[in-house]
């Protein structure tokens, strides 16, 4: 049975919990853009896979939950400039090859959309699974639609990685850390894990109740340790 989330609980929630008490009218667009595709395509699917759907566009938009460019940059040429700054400062250990660098093209495979794609390779694929040719105009992974796409079905397939949401949220584990491995590793593996689950109480009103439970005791215990 399709139990559909109580979208004023949410977006209460996460207004608080993720959002300093705040919301821009592009993050809530950006939102219901995401919950909208969910619902129409998934409703019936782990609701915790949406839950990391959602840390993952929160981490890799820097929080503006709108499809961004690398380096938030308003053109390929000044992100280009910023990565390649970087890059020479050390900044960017794990780039072997800096694959933000235009190729005999003109085109630049920076990250673009809500899960920050790049490389070639993988504009070549979500381009078949969007049905857009991202690789004729890279930019139109910026598209809301597009980014939408590319951000759940390449999450859910495991398209980017290998790794796929089914791999570490199931109904024997709940690995919210080592889900990070779907998009980038291990790379801020903890603090994604921690949006994941705030917005699994966004989603969930029992896992709310639960994280309020986990955060009660966490908080008892703290202060018991302080009276010794």
């Not at 990391?52 to 938030?72: D, F, G, K, N, S």
């Not at 794609?117 to 040719?133: C, F, P, Q, W």
Request: with cysteine; hydrophobic share 45%.
């Amino acid at each position: 049975m399709v139990v559909h989330m109580d979208r004023t609980f949410f977006f209460d929630t996460v207004r608080h919990q993720l959002f300093k008490g705040n919301l821009t009218q592009p993050q809530v667009v950006g939102i219901t853009a995401i919950l909208d595709a969910w619902e129409e395509r998934f409703a019936g699917a782990d609701r915790r896979w949406l839950a990391y759907i959602l840390a993952t566009a929160y981490h890799e938009t820097a929080y503006t939950m709108q499809p961004v460019r690398e380096t938030l940059a308003e053109s390929d040429a000044r992100a280009v400039e910023i990565l390649e700054t970087a890059f020479a400062a050390g900044r960017l250990s794990w780039v072997k090859t800096p694959y933000w660098r235009p190729d005999e093209d003109g085109c630049s495979w920076l990250g673009r959309g809500l899960v920050q794609l790049t490389h070639k390779r993988n504009y070549e694929a979500m381009s078949v699974l969007t049905g857009i040719d991202l690789v004729a105009d890279p930019d139109r992974a910026m598209e809301m639609d597009a980014a939408v796409t590319i951000l759940i079905e390449g999450m859910l397939q495991g398209s980017f990685t290998g790794h796929k949401l089914a791999d570490h949220l199931n109904a024997t584990t709940a690995d919210w850390v080592n889900a990070r491995r779907i998009v980038n590793g291990t790379d801020r593996a903890e603090k994604l894990a921690s949006y994941a689950m705030a917005f699994d109480a966004a989603i969930r009103p029992d896992a709310a109740h639960r994280m309020r439970a986990r955060l009660k005791a966490w908080g008892s215990r703290v202060i018991a340790r302080l009276r010794l």
